[in-house]
């Protein structure tokens, strides 16, 4: 490829990565204006005298610390607990054979067909029956088990699938039974995979929505998606420069994430479409 057509190509990705930047970098900048200058006319694409007040407000107007920490915790246990199991179902499925094991697999994936609006209410009934509404184990129970962690299980069945069946035999012949073929040949092997799942596992939990608006009433208990919807004035209106300081915040974990580990999820997700 000529240096020309180098620059013309970067010059290409630029242009179509503006799209998907200035709203980020809006909302960064915003937060640091008052609210008269984010409608300000020409916009500004950086504010004439920044100022920091928003992200004062932000921590003055509620418990904002703790909703993050609420948000933190929940989506780390999430992620480890949907990694455990949709390690060892999609192994199961992929290296062990048993009579029905293909259909048990599309039962297990037609639960990525059922709307979570469907199962909202029976789920609040079972939780309310057991006294667990305004607590935070209906946010972590619900995600590790049901429709996230089945597009886990199905990715990581995916990466199984393609390891070759020398690895196993050479792992028997040194005496490994089932579980220790798992743990010492398999899963060392999917960290792209572990990646990808660790990725997009997190980021559901972090932006989980319905579910807390459903099965939490104290502010202390609030995570971050509910506890932005809540910075308003007397008369009910947004403060704009507020809400955009603190998803702002909000963003960053997931930025720094994506970053760290955007290799692995590219390489994870390149192997669902491999045979099997």
């Not at 060892?88 to 290296?95: D, I, M, N, Q, S």
């Not at 960290?191 to 939990?205: D, E, M, N, Q, R």
């Not at 502010?219 to 809400?243: H, I, R």
Request: glycine residues 6%; contains cysteine; aromatic residues 14%.
């Amino acid at each position: 490829m000529s240096h020309r057509l180098k620059l013309t190509v970067y010059g290409l990705l630029l242009v179509c990565c503006v799209p998907f930047v200035f709203p980020t970098w809006w909302m960064a900048t915003s937060s640091l204006k008052p609210i008269n200058e984010i409608f300000a006319f020409p916009p500004r694409l950086w504010p004439a005298d920044p100022t920091l007040e928003a992200y004062r407000r932000v921590f003055e107007l509620q418990p904002f610390e703790r909703q993050y920490f609420n948000s933190l915790y929940i989506a780390l246990i999430v992620t480890a607990g949907t990694l455990v199991v949709a390690s060892l179902a999609g192994y199961a499925f992929a290296r062990i054979k048993f009579r029905g094991s293909g259909v048990v697999f599309m039962v297990v994936l037609a639960g990525l067909l059922v709307p979570n609006e469907v199962t909202i209410v029976p789920l609040f009934r079972m939780f309310d029956s057991a006294g667990l509404i305004d607590t935070h184990w209906p946010l972590i129970l619900v995600p590790m088990l049901g429709a996230p962690s089945v597009l886990a299980t199905f990715i990581m069945r995916q990466f199984f699938i393609s390891l070759p069946n020398e690895l196993e035999e050479a792992g028997r012949v040194d005496g490994l039974g089932r579980f220790g073929l798992f743990w010492q040949v398999a899963l060392p092997l999917a960290k792209p995979a572990i990646g990808a799942v660790s990725i997009f596992t997190f980021l559901h939990s972090w932006n989980l929505y319905l579910e807390p608006i459903v099965f939490l009433s104290s502010k202390e208990k609030f995570t971050l998606p509910q506890a932005l919807t809540q910075y308003v004035d007397a008369y009910g209106g947004s403060m704009w420069n507020v809400q955009l300081a603190a998803a702002t915040m909000s963003a960053l974990p997931v930025l720094i994430v994506f970053i760290l580990a955007q290799r692995q999820f590219i390489e994870g997700l390149a192997h669902t479409g491999l045979k099997g």
